[in-house]
């Protein structure tokens, strides 16, 4: 089945760094990735699609000149957390469709991020 | 996408059947229901979905109504390892790739030994 991988699995910095988390479908082409975020003990949040070539097309609320996403592969996507605050501490999971018959949607294990 | 409504909490026995429902009264024709599950800081896991049919796979059977108004999933044998949060999700089926999975709260299954 289709699997998607991330990098890091975790991560800490300090506050006003930049992160980049990497996402990618490892044996099959995703030109749609999505990113999530999920704070403690709440569910999953839709932050953005990741379209391969384009732009990125934001959630409301989501601010896309400090959650920088690239897609320039059909494998990989990645989401760049510009100025990091400990506010942005959080778990970030990317996922993209797949399956014989991309009915599925597939789910990387997820970043843990934490901003000191 | 249709609402959803999952009991917040479920606690099952280890080895025993875990019923896990979900209402979803504004379904309409086209929208297939999805189940996911969550174990704590991983990823959500595809268990299975369908359409008006039951179903049924290696990790468990799906049961929807006739009315499609709610759905039962069931793991048949619960384990420790079924302990996870797990979420109904109804949406029509991806002819669009670009469209996400939205989630809700879910059910938080417990399973105990």
């Known amino acids: 089945g289709a699997v998607v991988s991330q990098h890091p699995s975790w991560v800490i910095c300090k506050s006003g760094t930049s992160v980049k988390i990497e996402c990618r479908s490892l044996d099959f082409q995703a030109t749609t990735m999505f990113w999530y975020r999920q704070f403690p003990k709440q569910s999953l949040m839709l932050m953005a699609t990741?379209?391969?070539?384009?732009?990125?097309?934001?959630e409301q609320g989501v601010e896309k000149d400090k959650f920088l996403i690239n897609h320039a592969s059909l494998t990989l996507s990645t989401l760049t957390v510009t100025s990091a605050h400990p506010e942005d501490s959080s778990f970030y999971i990317c996922s993209t469709w797949g399956g014989v018959t991309r009915d599925e949607q597939y789910f990387g294990p997820g970043t843990r991020l934490t901003v000191t | 996408d249709a609402k959803t409504t999952q009991p917040p909490s479920m606690d099952c026995a280890e080895g025993r059947a875990a019923n896990l429902p979900c209402n979803h009264s504004?379904?309409?024709?086209?929208?297939?229901v999805y189940w996911y599950r969550q174990i704590h800081s991983q990823g959500p896991q595809y268990i299975i979905h369908g359409l008006k049919n039951n179903e049924t796979n290696e990790m468990a059977s799906l049961i929807i109504t006739e009315d499609r108004k709610s759905s039962t999933l069931i793991l048949p044998h619960a384990t420790l390892r079924d302990t996870a949060v797990y979420y109904c999700?109804?949406?029509?089926?991806?002819?669009?790739?670009?469209?996400?999975?939205?989630f809700g709260k879910g059910t938080s299954l417990l399973v105990t030994p």
């Open positions: 999700i109804v949406r029509p089926r991806p002819s669009n790739s670009g469209y996400a999975l939205n």
């Open positions: 504004t379904i309409s024709g086209n929208e297939y």
């Open positions: 990741s379209n391969e070539g384009s732009k990125a097309t934001y």
